[in-house]
């Protein structure tokens, strides 16, 4: 009798009614967006201090550089030494003072600049002091050189190489930063999932071989349906724990923006150095350009093939957790089979940040996107850049071999080793385990 669809219903409310499931479940995405507005209040206070500058230029080429912004002012001294400026200063409790001296050359005048503060100044503030301080000191070289500014200004030329296939189809390098997107990010999703929830398996298990209730159960249950369906079921609960983060989650976003008045997506330096460049005119062509990137993807294809790569690989990884599960007895034992799992996934991510990213369709990318322990991720790395799908349905196809597998070995070790106690299995025992 096939008990398999009863084994995971029994899983997954085991899972879902626990109640540190529950609580974490809850608590997770609160505490998540607690932390979040917390950062985002804390910008917020940052982003609106003022800070004031002052400001004195013994040499007299840049005091117009430094206009008033919202959040930085400057005060420009006149007429005052520098021990008498630092005296000021001080006394007046702003930021701190910026001195540029008198030099006989611009080389001479760079190795003399100095700001003086009480405390140490923030390095966005020495940034963009610098690059201010550049700009103008570069065009007053370049005119004691004899050069027209404007001439230079108007031989500037950017250069946006078009990107085009043999068959028409055109691409840009915004194509490639979605696609590298798209790659990372489901790479790490999947990653994430497996270690999360593997471990949870393999708990799952071990709690119940050493209360003793597998004992009851297997005697009237095949060990590979009871396998398979503590690994779906587990799957389904976790499922349901990540959607109900995004609810919960989505829901407290738009709480704590509307009730705090907090923007917790807009209170970061790069968002708003972001919302500068969209004043920009050009922002409107390079927004055109990011839709039309974005619409290039396969979407249809991404899709189809993170859910059957995301599961098979789950499901790969799963079976073998839960076989270290069966053969050990706590957690702490089983970590002498925990890195034949974990480098894999190691080093997947790593092939696909070093090789998959470089050359998407090279040698080394095509073999591990084949290799089942790897595929998972590196195939979903490749195919935004475009993989035949012959490739991807071999590759899926050998992952669902390696999967049946490795579950019947899992089977085999999960048979003998959920009955023994007290034994920390070697490698040795597991392989005479196998072939029981």
């Given at each position: 009798?096939?008990?398999?669809?009863?084994?995971?219903?029994?899983?997954?409310?085991?899972?879902?009614?626990?109640?540190?499931?529950?609580?974490?479940?809850?608590?997770?995405?609160?505490?998540?967006?607690?932390?979040?507005?917390?950062?985002?209040?804390?910008?917020?206070?940052?982003?609106?201090?003022?800070?004031?500058?002052?400001?004195?230029?013994?040499?007299?080429?840049?005091?117009?550089?430094?206009?008033?912004?919202?959040?930085?002012?400057?005060?420009?001294?006149?007429?005052?030494?520098?021990?008498?400026?630092?005296?000021?200063?001080?006394?007046?409790?702003?930021?701190?003072?910026?001195?540029?001296?008198?030099?006989?050359?611009?080389?001479?005048?760079?190795?003399?600049?100095?700001?003086?503060?009480?405390?140490?100044?923030?390095?966005?503030?020495?940034?963009?002091?610098?690059?201010?301080?550049?700009?103008?000191?570069?065009?007053?070289?370049?005119?004691?050189?004899?050069?027209?500014?404007?001439?230079?200004?108007?031989?500037?030329?950017?250069?946006?190489?078009?990107q085009e296939s043999f068959i028409?189809?055109?691409?840009?390098?915004?194509?490639?930063?979605?696609?590298?997107?798209?790659?990372?990010?489901?790479?790490?999703?999947?990653?994430?999932?497996?270690?999360?929830?593997?471990?949870?398996?393999?708990?799952?298990?071990?709690?119940?071989?050493?209360?003793?209730?597998i004992e009851i159960i297997i005697?009237?249950?095949?060990?590979?349906?009871?396998?398979?369906?503590?690994?779906?079921?587990?799957?389904?609960?976790?499922?349901?724990?990540?959607?109900?983060?995004?609810?919960?989650?989505?829901?407290?976003?738009?709480?704590?923006?509307?009730?705090?008045?907090?923007?917790?997506?807009?209170?970061?330096?790069?968002?708003?150095?972001?919302?500068?460049?969209?004043?920009?005119?050009?922002?409107?062509?390079?927004?055109?350009?990011?839709?039309?990137?974005?619409?290039?993807?396969?979407?249809?294809?991404?899709?189809?093939?993170?859910?059957?790569?995301?599961?098979?690989?789950?499901?790969?990884?799963?079976?073998?957790?839960?076989?270290?599960?069966?053969?050990?007895?706590?957690?702490?034992?089983?970590?002498?089979?925990?890195?034949?799992?974990?480098?894999?996934?190691?080093?997947?991510?790593?092939?696909?940040?070093?090789?998959?990213?470089?050359?998407?369709?090279?040698?080394?990318?095509?073999?591990?996107?084949?290799?089942?322990?790897?595929?998972?991720?590196?195939?979903?790395?490749?195919?935004?850049?475009?993989?035949?799908?012959?490739?991807?349905?071999?590759?899926?196809?050998?992952?669902?071999?390696?999967?049946?597998?490795?579950?019947?070995?899992?089977?085999?070790?999960?048979?003998?080793?959920?009955?023994?106690?007290?034994k920390k299995p070697s490698y040795?025992?597991?392989?005479?385990?196998?072939?029981?």
């Amino acid at each position: 009798m096939n008990h398999l669809p009863l084994i995971i219903k029994r899983e997954y409310l085991t899972k879902v009614k626990n109640k540190s499931f529950i609580i974490m479940t809850i608590l997770s995405p609160i505490i998540m967006i607690v932390l979040i507005a917390v950062v985002a209040y804390l910008s917020q206070l940052n982003n609106n201090k003022t800070r004031t500058i002052s400001i004195l230029d013994e040499s007299e080429l840049v005091t117009d550089i430094f206009q008033n912004g919202e959040h930085t002012k400057y005060n420009i001294l006149n007429n005052v030494s520098l021990a008498d400026a630092k005296t000021i200063v001080e006394e007046a409790e702003t930021y701190g003072l910026l001195y540029i001296p008198k030099q006989d050359s611009i080389d001479a005048l760079v190795k003399h600049i100095k700001f003086y503060s009480k405390e140490t100044p923030s390095l966005s503030v020495i940034s963009s002091l610098e690059s201010k301080l550049e700009n103008r000191l570069r065009d007053v070289k370049l005119q004691e050189q004899g050069i027209d500014l404007d001439k230079l200004t108007a031989s500037r030329t950017n250069v946006n190489i078009a990107q085009e296939s043999f068959i028409g189809e055109k691409t840009s390098k915004l194509d490639s930063y979605f696609k590298l997107g798209f790659g990372l990010a489901a790479g790490y999703l999947l990653f994430m999932f497996i270690i999360i929830y593997g471990n949870m398996i393999m708990r799952s298990i071990i709690e119940e071989k050493t209360s003793r209730i597998i004992e009851i159960i297997i005697s009237s249950v095949k060990p590979i349906q009871l396998m398979l369906g503590k690994i779906i079921g587990t799957s389904l609960a976790g499922i349901t724990q990540f959607v109900i983060w995004l609810i919960i989650g989505s829901i407290l976003m738009t709480v704590v923006s509307a009730v705090l008045g907090i923007d917790l997506m807009q209170q970061t330096p790069q968002n708003e150095m972001l919302q500068q460049a969209m004043e920009n005119p050009e922002a409107a062509v390079e927004i055109q350009n990011a839709m039309a990137a974005f619409y290039n993807l396969p979407i249809g294809n991404l899709i189809i093939a993170f859910i059957l790569f995301f599961i098979g690989g789950y499901l790969l990884y799963s079976s073998l957790y839960a076989a270290i599960g069966a053969a050990v007895d706590n957690e702490t034992d089983t970590q002498q089979f925990m890195l034949p799992i974990i480098m894999p996934l190691v080093l997947a991510v790593y092939i696909g940040i070093f090789t998959v990213i470089e050359d998407p369709h090279g040698t080394v990318s095509t073999i591990f996107s084949f290799i089942p322990f790897t595929s998972p991720v590196v195939m979903l790395m490749r195919i935004p850049f475009g993989v035949p799908i012959w490739q991807q349905v071999l590759s899926f196809l050998l992952l669902v071999g390696t999967f049946m597998l490795t579950v019947w070995f899992a089977a085999k070790i999960y048979r003998v080793g959920i009955l023994m106690y007290g034994k920390k299995p070697s490698y040795k025992e597991l392989i005479k385990w196998i072939k029981y």
